[in-house]
């Protein structure tokens, strides 16, 4: 006569090696084709495209320097001392700020000040010729 | 009173010192998926320019890369700087709205300025409007 014993239960033992190595290429991959850099653009419009030019009278150049200086009515101020182009927008809105650089200024350097421009309400900004 | 030894269960314990490896590993992974960005790897090496601009980047017909030492790729193309103005003309005209291409220029912080307008120019040149200058978020400094 056969006696019905009660079922052993039998632990199945996972290994957890191959889990590691899949999770290891996954970390691998997404480390190297991963970037961090949170890119932002700078429209750089044509003059005829953003805005009439019929608007705007007069034209300020603003030369700057690879000192971190920039040069408007003959005079160089540092470039975060922007009160002189502040009075000029107060006084002429419609006034263009014509921008070119000296030697060895950097386009970090000029994308700095226009920033600066930007950030003190600046609206008519030309790069040497070209509109922003 | 006599402490008999207890037998001991036959437990697996070969795996329990790699859990906190594969936490570790499990966390590194999540933080690359979310935090990053899949990028491709591109023809020339740049460092873009810092701004505080807040206009987030959005996708340009064609993407022109400028080294710091002027070296120009055009989509992964590269190119001598005097081609640039034909081969730009020559991507525009097979477009179907000429007013609208977009290009995205990706040049190194440290291209000298006048080298970048050189390359504005010969962009403007070729009759494209829309122009846009790559930058990326300025980092906070802690001087």
């Known amino acids: 006569m056969l006696l019905e014993t009660a079922q052993v239960t039998k632990h199945?033992?996972?290994?957890?090696?191959?889990?590691?190595?899949?999770v290891f290429i996954l970390l691998l991959f997404f480390m190297l084709s991963s970037g961090f850099t949170h890119w932002r653009q700078m429209n750089i419009t044509a003059a005829s495209d953003s805005y009439n030019l019929d608007e705007i009278r007069v034209q300020y150049t603003l030369l700057l320097h690879p000192t971190d200086e920039y040069e408007f009515n003959n005079k160089r101020y540092r470039?975060?001392?922007?009160?002189?182009?502040k009075q000029l927008l107060k006084d002429d809105p419609r006034g263009m700020l014509v921008i070119?650089?000296?030697?060895?200024?950097?386009t970090q350097q000029l994308v700095d000040f226009l920033d600066n421009l930007t950030s003190m309400g600046a609206q008519h900004l030309s790069l040497s010729g070209l509109a922003l | 009173m006599m402490i008999l030894p207890t037998e001991e269960k036959p437990t697996n314990h070969l795996d329990d010192n790699v859990i906190p490896l594969i936490n570790v590993v499990f966390l590194m992974l999540i933080f690359f998926m979310?935090?990053?960005?899949?990028?491709?790897s591109e023809q020339i090496a740049i460092q873009p320019p810092q701004s505080s601009q807040p206009t987030p980047m959005v996708e340009h017909e064609a993407v022109l890369l400028v080294s710091a030492d002027g070296r120009m790729a055009l989509d992964e193309t590269l190119l001598e700087a005097d081609m640039l103005t034909p081969v730009l003309q020559q991507k525009i005209a097979g477009h179907p709205e000429k007013q609208r291409f977009t290009l995205l220029v990706k040049t190194d912080a440290m291209?000298?300025?006048n080298a970048?307008?050189?390359?504005?120019?010969q962009v403007r040149a070729a009759g494209i409007l829309k122009v846009s200058l790559a930058t990326q978020t300025r980092q906070a400094s802690h001087d």
């Open chain 2, 111 to 113: 291209l000298p300025a």
């Open chain 2, 34 to 40: 979310m935090a990053g960005q899949l990028t491709t």
């Open chain 1, 79 to 85: 470039m975060g001392n922007l009160s002189p182009l």
């Open chain 1, 100 to 106: 070119s650089a000296a030697e060895h200024v950097s």
């Open chain 1, 12 to 22: 199945r033992i996972i290994s957890l090696t191959p889990l590691i190595d899949v």
């Open chain 2, 116 to 121: 970048l307008t050189d390359v504005l120019k």
